[in-house]
């Protein structure tokens, strides 16, 4: 039922845009200032996506930070054991040790990934402003 419903969707969809192009054609100008709304939109969703990432890399420096605190704190801690003369607990945060070092290793890897995919989205939003900014001065 809800492929009917889509497919007319749709159907209606095709048939609006169809009208519509065929108006614009008699009419360049309002050619050109559909699809400078359109460049604007996907402007706006370029910022909107830089802003996540900008999110993403501020969640992957908030765990790579707890991370290390983690490794250092599981290491006074085995150290703290080792005195104590305490096997099974020094046995235990070597573990959650490495285990927080290798957590580490993978943040980091993931940090630079998400900062080298912020500066690439970064560069091309603003080829895109400048681009949607040299069309507004051309349709002038």
Known sequence: ???????????????????????????????????LRQCEAETEKVRKLVERQYLLKDEFNREYNEAVHLAEKRQRQAEIALKAG???????????????????ARLEE?????????????????EMKHKVKDMHIKRM
Not at 6 to 25: G, M, N, P, V, Y
Not at 87 to 103: C, G, I, P
């Open 1 to 35: 039922m809800a492929n009917i419903f889509t497919r007319l969707k749709e159907t209606i969809a095709a048939d609006l845009h169809e009208a519509l192009d065929q108006k614009e054609q008699k009419n360049p100008i309002a050619v050109l200032n559909h699809y």
């Open 110 to 126: 993931s940090r630079q990934q998400t900062t080298r995919q912020l500066e690439e989205l970064e560069q091309k939003y603003e």
């Open 86 to 104: 305490e096997t099974e607990l020094y046995e235990f945060a070597l573990r959650e040790q490495s285990h927080y070092e290798e957590r580490v």
